[in-house]
């Protein structure tokens, strides 16, 4: 069964960097771009990282997005409060033929 | 305003249906791909499925196939899904999203919620 695994939470104090992990497999990540997701409480998904590494129009330098293999992350530097959210990976899954969501990742800034 | 707004969520029976519409505005619907996004209470997003620029191809997660219909109208630029032989599982917030590659990108509405009880 196809899965994207991220951990359940993560933590880091204002101003510093964090790293948010989504490991996959060859039917996903190691063969289709990566697309990261923020969720702020009560509302809907925000685009954050597309294609792997490239940020929409808007999204701060701050966030910036890696792969090697069948894994990703998801960095954030300069941890702001605002940044208190949850954050899903996503890619095409082949063997499922459609998008697999990671399970999320909830971040506090402490 | 480029924007997604969904309508037709409610409370249904198990075993009932319901038909989702997502309204979309602002931007040349037809041609993009478009998908159904779900997140159950206090749990992860799903995507449920998309939609062809023409309708003529459609994808389901497994666990909706023979259950749930993705369908639009062009000359509406309206998205649908219609959910038959609902299930307490399938409680969840809908969204509708324009997708890039495949994949759900910048443009969400705001989420109806469907909720599955008796």
């Known amino acids: 069964q196809s899965v994207l695994t991220q951990p359940p939470s993560a933590s880091e104090t204002p101003g510093q960097r964090v790293t948010i992990s989504c490991s996959g497999s060859?039917?996903?990540?190691?063969?289709?771009?990566v697309y990261w997701y923020q969720q702020l409480p009560g509302t809907a998904p925000k685009l954050l990282i597309y294609?792997?590494?490239q940020r929409p129009s808007g999204v701060p330098d701050r966030f910036s997005g890696s792969k090697s293999g069948t894994s990703a992350s998801l960095a954030i530097s300069g941890l702001r409060s605002e940044d208190e959210a949850d954050y899903y990976c996503?890619?095409?899954?082949?063997?499922?033929?459609?998008?697999?969501f990671g399970g999320g990742t909830k971040l506090t800034v402490l | 305003e480029v924007q997604l707004v969904e309508s037709g969520g409610g409370m249904v029976q198990p075993g009932g249906s319901l038909r989702l519409s997502c309204a979309a505005s602002?931007?040349?619907?037809?041609?993009?791909?478009m998908s159904w996004v779900r997140q159950a209470p206090g749990k992860g997003l799903e995507w449920v499925a998309n939609?062809?620029?023409?309708?003529?191809?459609?994808c389901y997660v497994d666990s909706v196939k023979g259950r749930f219909i993705i369908s639009r109208d062009n000359a509406k630029n309206s998205l649908y899904l219609q959910m038959n032989s609902l299930r307490a599982e399938d409680t969840a917030v809908y969204y509708c999203?324009?997708?890039?590659?495949?994949?759900?990108?910048?443009?969400w509405g705001q989420g109806t919620l469907v909720t599955v009880s008796s």
């Open positions: 999203a324009r997708d890039y590659n495949r994949l759900p990108g910048v443009l």
């Open positions: 602002g931007f040349t619907f037809t041609n993009y791909w």
């Open positions: 939609i062809k620029q023409d309708g003529s191809e459609k």
């Open positions: 060859s039917s996903n990540i190691g063969s289709n771009y």
């Open positions: 294609r792997d590494n």
């Open positions: 996503a890619a095409w899954d082949d063997s499922l033929s459609g998008p697999l």
